[in-house]
């Protein structure tokens, strides 16, 4: 009887296979059982689950891939790794290695790229709150500074002038490039003529040096023509700045922002099948530029802080079934050891999940809810399975982007984090975390040491 199979319950179901895509249907079925070689249940028993995987080698592909397509449509161009995406040190280091910079919204990242070092010269620094103190490092370290909003601009002029240096300096526009709604918290608007008074103040304070234009026009994008529209805006300016102070811009930083392959919460078809590829980014936008007017020695460096696109897909998390029950309505629902405090991106991506093991052709619809004891842990509202026991293994596909940086130690902690290398070895480049990990910067005033129960 050691074979015997699995009961099934008899079951009449409506035959509805969905929307066809490129690859036929139920393409979310096929099981996962290695990832780079390494087989799913043997990272599981090595590293505990739940447990984060990444591929080194598919990191390596995605950057080399964007790269080649814009180089071969833009002679000029210059990749910042967006530190916020994923910041641990070791993917960090996989994008260094590949020739990126770095790209970072806040101190904290910008000491992070420097010890894992990379020229301060080379760290494109972003975000609104920046320091005097912030401000300051960046202008010792010679790096470019991306100017969010005028009080930044006056600080800028004020510590520029205390410290006899000239910071190298770039603004943050906003614009209206036909997508809505427009992001125009960041930076200075083109249409309403803030991006010009930016600039005029800080040509004629005569001690900043303007290298650079910088914007972010919103993220996961389906929409290419819209950084072609971002880009001619961008060049108006650069050949304006050009004409009127006879000055050129050294650079324009069209950021991030190009989506991932993940599934969009409500979208009618799987992201597959609707994210537009890289490509259709990189045309829009090199068009833009080459057509723009710049004369041939004149043409600016193109930087891009890609994040979600070239790492989303790198990314897996590794978890099991803790137990099967009925919801009220007679629907399934399987409980995960993983909740959204460690896949914060559940709350707005259908995550493609995956079994790990072989199962047969039968499938149900059924809730996927995380370990967390709150209602708003769910996984997936709807997703069709076959049967799910305790101590089964599943793959959630493109997680590689924001769910590490955005995790939590929200009543359960946070897993382990394993790279595979190019020749298929797993390293473990983030340990999980413990008790005293979450409790190493607590302190306990001395009246509260004690107490009787």
Same mark, same amino acid.
């Given at each position: 009887m050691k074979n015997k199979k699995r009961y099934e319950r008899p079951i009449i179901k409506q035959l509805n296979t969905g929307l066809m895509n490129k690859f036929g249907t139920r393409t979310e079925y096929m099981p996962v059982t290695h990832i780079d070689g390494v087989p799913v249940k043997k990272l599981i028993e090595d590293y505990g689950s739940p447990v984060f995987v990444l591929s080194e080698r598919k990191i390596r592909e995605?950057?080399?891939?964007?790269?080649?397509?814009?180089?071969?449509?833009?002679?000029?161009?210059?990749?910042? %790794?967006?530190?916020?995406?994923?910041?641990?040190?070791?993917?960090?280091?996989v994008y260094h290695q590949e020739g990126s910079w770095a790209e970072v919204v806040s101190i904290f990242e910008y000491k992070k790229a420097i010890q894992n070092g990379v020229s301060p010269n080379k760290i494109l620094f972003n975000g609104p709150d920046k320091t005097n103190e912030d401000l300051i490092l960046a202008i010792k370290n010679d790096s470019p500074i991306h100017i969010d909003h005028l009080d930044e601009l006056y600080r800028l002029i004020e510590l520029a002038d205390?410290?006899?240096?000239?910071?190298?300096?770039?603004?943050?526009?906003?614009?209206?490039?036909?997508?809505?709604?427009?992001?125009?918290?960041?930076?200075?608007?083109?249409?309403?003529?803030?991006? %010009?008074?930016?600039?005029?103040?800080?040509?004629?304070?005569?001690?900043?040096?303007?290298?650079?234009?910088?914007?972010? =026009?919103?993220?996961?994008?389906?929409?290419?023509?819209?950084?072609?529209?971002?880009?001619?805006?961008?060049? #108006?300016?650069?050949?304006?700045?050009?004409?009127?102070?006879?000055?050129?811009?050294?650079?324009?930083?069209?950021?991030?922002?190009?989506?991932?392959?993940?599934?969009?919460?409500?979208?009618?078809?799987?992201?597959?099948?609707?994210?537009?590829?890289?490509?259709?980014?990189?045309?829009?936008?090199?068009?833009?530029?080459?057509?723009?007017?710049?004369?041939?020695?004149?043409?600016?460096?193109?930087?891009?802080?890609?994040?979600?696109?070239?790492?989303?897909?790198?990314?897996?998390?590794?978890?099991?079934?803790?137990?099967?029950?009925?919801?009220?309505?007679?629907?399934?629902?399987? =409980?995960?050891?993983?909740?959204?405090?460690?896949?914060?991106?559940?709350?707005?991506?259908?995550?493609?999940?995956?079994?790990?093991?072989?199962?047969?052709?039968?499938?149900?619809?059924?809730?996927?809810?995380?370990?967390?004891?709150?209602? =708003?842990?769910?996984?997936?509202?709807?997703?069709?399975?076959?049967?799910?026991?305790?101590? #089964?293994?599943?793959v959630v596909h493109h997680v590689g982007a924001y769910n590490i940086t955005q995790s939590m130690q929200f009543i359960a902690l946070r897993p382990a984090v394993v790279m595979i290398d190019m020749e298929g070895t797993p390293h473990i480049i983030k340990s999980s975390e413990t008790v005293d990990d979450v409790e190493k910067n607590e302190r306990m005033p001395k009246h509260l040491e004690s107490f009787k129960l």
């Open positions: 995605n950057f080399k891939s964007a790269k080649r397509i814009f180089e071969t449509r833009y002679p000029k161009v210059q990749f910042a %790794w967006s530190y916020k995406t994923n910041y641990l040190n070791a993917v960090c280091n205390e410290m006899h240096k000239k910071p190298r300096v770039a603004i943050r526009v906003n614009m209206d490039t036909g997508v809505y709604p427009m992001w125009d918290r960041f930076g200075f608007n083109y249409e309403n003529g803030q991006a %010009w008074d930016a600039i005029n103040k800080i040509m004629a304070s005569n001690k900043l040096n303007l290298i650079g234009l910088h914007c972010h =026009i919103g993220t996961y994008m389906l929409a290419p023509y819209a950084y072609g529209v971002a880009a001619n805006k961008m060049a #108006d300016l650069a050949l304006g700045i050009k004409k009127r102070f006879n000055k050129s811009i050294t650079y324009i930083d069209m950021g991030g922002g190009f989506a991932s392959k993940n599934t969009l919460k409500g979208a009618a078809q799987i992201g597959a099948d609707i994210v537009p590829e890289i490509s259709q980014f990189a045309e829009a936008i090199s068009t833009s530029l080459l057509n723009a007017g710049f004369e041939t020695d004149d043409l600016p460096y193109l930087y891009l802080e890609t994040g979600r696109a070239l790492i989303d897909d790198a990314g897996f998390l590794l978890g099991s079934v803790i137990s099967n029950k009925r919801l009220s309505d007679g629907r399934r629902a399987v =409980i995960m050891d993983f909740g959204v405090n460690i896949l914060f991106t559940s709350f707005w991506y259908n995550h493609k999940i995956s079994p790990a093991q072989k199962f047969s052709h039968y499938t149900e619809d059924c809730v996927l809810y995380g370990p967390l004891c709150m209602n =708003i842990d769910v996984v997936r509202e709807n997703i069709s399975l076959p049967p799910l026991q305790s101590g #089964d293994r599943v």
